[in-house]
């Protein structure tokens, strides 16, 4: 009995000994899996660098904040309002001087692109089972550039996009500045880059910003500003009604002119990139497609609006920038004091949007992005990150030297990126991903509006041609 109590004990030991060892092999597999795993997820993210917007806009799907305060679709048009309207209001006379009556075609039929492209944005976030029922899947821009393009590829572009056309607005702040207060002093011995210079160097403490925090302080201030100047404005204009010269509205005008006048409004009219973002935040049973649609409608009747009364204001005495046409000096300086102010107070968003973007692409911290954190252990700024933030600043003021024409500049951009964003990319999207399931009629359309993209571009580079090769030899 003993003899068999006694194997009883070793044949337990036995047993609790190799369930032991195979627990042990068994820890030691699932703690190399996991730690290959954690590796393998880690310099995946260091390769893709699939993080997105950073703090300004962070439209990760997967990273949502389910709490986040949702938008009302009136808050939501606000947005697009303020996308599509913003400082090009200030060119709409001069693009229709330019521009003629084609120019107010020309506004209607850009207006009604912008609308469907914006809808086709909204459609590619969905697929569709066979019974037709459909589901949200992608949430952002770069979901449906990664979807139609590739992790990589479609990250990186829109990032590029991103990054050009907030630097595009950095550069259009400082010019509208020069643009405005130059012709205030005509005998200044600096000229007008001196005055870009001298401007510029109250940007420069925009560089230690660290929070946007301080940049929404601004905010208010802006919208003050913005709203008592155009108000001033357009009473000033209505208060000479008696002087109008409606004769002097041009009704013809050259491809040139033309070319010149089309990419001004095709800049106008660029939301492309955030509207699936903007989707994303409205509460639920608001309808974006209709909020685009009326808000889109609002903007091309204010534009066209604001273009007849202020060249039946001025006639051809009309400047790039309407303000520098007003005759009455102490009203000039008011405006031209005014809406620099406003200027220099929104540069800061599309800076700091520039500066949080590539930061948290690359200078996040060591263990997720390329380069190590811009931020010490205090959490201030290193001085290297200091001088690559002034270093943006000094590059803003290079290209308004180089371009000192606010009206060329934004006919360039309008007819090589805005046409990209607006016409080309959009439409290669849906196409690429719903042309089986679309009607004859609908693929006809897109391809006509693909065209139509080609066409702005062609005349993009034949205004740069004409202007900068040509007219200098």
């Known amino acids: 009995m003993a003899w068999f109590r006694q194997r009883q004990v070793d044949s337990y030991s036995t047993l609790n000994e190799e369930s ?95 609308v469907h492209t914006c809808r086709l944005l909204i459609d590619c976030q969905y697929d569709e089972d066979e019974l037709g029922n459909k589901s949200k899947t992608r949430h952002t821009m770069h979901d449906i550039a990664v979807h139609n393009l590739g992790k990589r590829a479609g990250v990186l572009l ?47 403490p925009f560089a230690f910003v660290t929070s946007i925090k301080t940049v929404s302080y601004f905010s208010c201030a802006s919208v003050v500003v913005t709203s008592l100047s155009y108000i001033a404005l357009i009473s000033y204009m209505f208060s000479k009604v008696d002087k109008w010269v409606i004769e002097e509205f041009p009704l013809t005008t050259n491809i040139y002119q033309s070319s010149l006048s089309l990419g001004m409004i095709v800049f106008g009219f660029d939301s492309q990139l955030y509207v699936n973002s903007l989707d994303n935040k409205l509460k639920e ?31 051809q005495l009309t400047r790039e920038t309407i303000t520098n046409s007003i005759d009455n000096i102490p009203l000039k300086y008011f405006f031209n004091i005014l809406f620099p102010m406003k200027f220099f107070l929104i540069f800061q968003f599309p800076y700091f949007a520039i500066i949080d973007l590539i930061q948290e692409k690359l200078f996040q911290g060591v263990n997720l992005t390329r380069f190590p954190s811009c931020l010490d252990k205090e959490n201030s700024l290193k001085w290297w990150a200091i001088i690559l933030r002034l ?60 065209l139509a993209g080609v066409v702005v571009v062609f005349c993009g580079i034949f205004t740069f041609v004409q202007r900068e090769i040509v007219t200098r030899i």
Not at 432 to 449: E, G, P, S, T
């Open 158 to 204: 829109i990032d590029l996009l991103q990054i050009t056309l907030m630097f595009g607005n950095c550069v259009f702040q400082l010019l509208f500045c020069g643009q405005m207060i130059s012709p205030l002093f005509p005998e200044n011995p600096v000229g007008f880059n001196g005055i870009i210079l001298l401007f510029s160097l109250a940007l420069f």
């Open 20 to 114: 032991a060892i195979e627990m042990k092999r068994h820890d030691e597999k699932f703690d190399k899996i996991i730690r290959r795993n954690s590796f393998q997820e880690t310099q995946e993210m260091c390769i893709e660098d699939s993080s997105n917007y950073g703090s300004l806009e962070n439209d990760n799907k997967n990273n949502v904040n389910i709490s986040e305060e949702k938008l009302t679709t009136l808050q939501a048009a606000w947005n697009i309002i303020n996308m599509i309207q913003g400082n090009v209001i200030l060119n709409s006379p001069y693009v229709l001087l330019v521009g003629g009556v084609p120019g107010i075609v020309l506004t209607v039929v850009v207006g009604y692109v912008s």
């Open 285 to 315: 049973g608001s309808n974006i497609k209709k909020m685009i649609a009326w808000t889109h409608v609002m903007s091309v009747f204010l534009k066209i609006f604001f273009g007849i009364v202020g060249i039946f204001t001025f006639g």
């Open 391 to 450: 270093s943006l600043v000094l590059l803003v003021v290079i290209v308004c030297l180089i371009f000192p024409d606010v009206a060329i500049l934004t006919s360039y951009t309008g007819s090589t990126i805005g046409a990209f964003i607006m016409f080309l990319l959009p439409v290669y999207f849906h196409l690429n991903m719903y042309w089986r399931k679309m009607y004859w009629y609908h693929i006809l359309h897109d391809y006509f509006v693909l």
